[in-house]
């Protein structure tokens, strides 16, 4: 199972970005996806989670109403659209995928994980 997170860059805070997180050899369609991120000194931090079909999505308080988790099951793709970005959420973001979303906040909740893709919002 291999994830590739992309999408990350340098953006003016309250532009948007549009992060992709797409599955290698294997299809996405069979797990639940999470979104997570992490800066410097602090804990990986949760952000969003998808259901496997699409039907359930969870968000960080802090990110709801900006962010918004999707999937295209299709394309073994999923996306975490950005809007009015600000300096708090620069971090690196990681995509993950486990098998359920009963922990969908815990990174333990998720076996498998990207590489991470770098956000930085300039105020």
């Known amino acids: 199972v291999q994830l590739q997170a992309s999408g990350g860059g340098l953006v003016q805070a309250g532009e948007s970005l549009r992060l992709s997180c797409a599955g290698s050899?294997?299809?996405?369609?069979?797990?639940?996806i999470g979104w997570f991120r992490k800066v410097p000194g602090k804990e990986r931090e949760f952000v969003a989670a998808?259901?496997?079909?699409?039907?359930?999505?969870y968000y960080e308080d802090s990110v709801k109403g900006r962010f918004t988790i999707s999937r295209d099951n299709a394309k073994n793709t999923v996306y975490l659209q950005m809007s009015s970005l600000n300096a708090e959420d620069t971090a690196v973001y990681y995509c993950?995928?486990?098998?359920?979303?009963?922990?969908?906040?815990?990174?333990?909740?998720?076996?498998?994980w990207g590489q991470g893709t770098l956000v930085t919002v300039s105020s």
């Open positions: 993950a995928a486990g098998r359920t979303l009963s922990l969908y906040r815990e990174v333990h909740n998720y076996p498998y």
């Open positions: 998808i259901s496997w079909s699409g039907g359930s999505t």
């Open positions: 050899g294997f299809s996405l369609d069979n797990y639940a």
